[in-house]
């Protein structure tokens, strides 16, 4: 029925070949994706923010009770000469009154402390999720200087989120 050398070809367009707004969506995209990541990795930050503050807290806290107590004994010592000395009548009893309130006042901050120790370790324990503060190794500060600020998370999200809405209008435009 048909001829040997006939071919037939027929062709029909929907769609037009070059569709520039896929190419346009994908970048922006792909832009999102990168926002996101960059989102983790300042929410990274944040932790390791909170970690170190929270450590500096814990050991600010147990550096005062130590000081503290090293107080209590100087004020112990200050109570005895000034007992020796009242015998002797060299001093006035006003002057163990002073160091008893002193001892009391040293006291009340004592227990104000060790209360800052016990919140400062919950809230370390809550933030790393380990009940050990020793097992938690903390490397070294990082110099804050060293760091450049155009590199921070914050700063790259901003930029991704510019470029994205350029792309949105390139896309608008190009409709």
Not at 78 to 89: D, E, L, P
Not at 133 to 152: F, S, T, Y
Not at 156 to 173: F, R, W
């Amino acid at each position: 029925f048909l001829p040997n050398n006939f071919y037939d070809a027929r062709f029909r367009i929907n769609q037009p070949i070059y569709y520039p707004d896929l190419a346009i969506n994908k970048k922006i995209k792909k832009e999102s994706a990168e926002q996101k990541n960059l989102e983790v990795l300042a929410f990274k930050r944040l932790i390791a923010k909170e970690v170190m503050s929270s450590y500096f807290i814990l050991e600010s806290a147990n550096r005062a009770v130590e000081i503290y107590r090293a107080n209590d004994t100087l004020l112990t010592e200050a109570k005895r000469v000034t007992q020796s000395m009242i015998k002797n009548g060299i001093a006035l009893p006003s002057a163990l009154a002073r160091i008893e309130t002193q001892q009391s006042l040293l006291y009340s901050t004592t227990l104000e402390a060790e209360g800052n120790i016990r919140n400062a370790l919950s809230y370390f324990e809550f933030i790393t999720g380990e009940n050990d503060v020793q097992k938690l190794n903390l490397p070294e500060l990082p110099d804050p200087n060293a760091g450049n600020i155009q590199v921070r998370e914050e700063i790259l999200q901003i930029d991704k989120g510019q470029s994205m809405l350029a792309l949105a209008i390139q896309k608008e435009e190009s409709f």
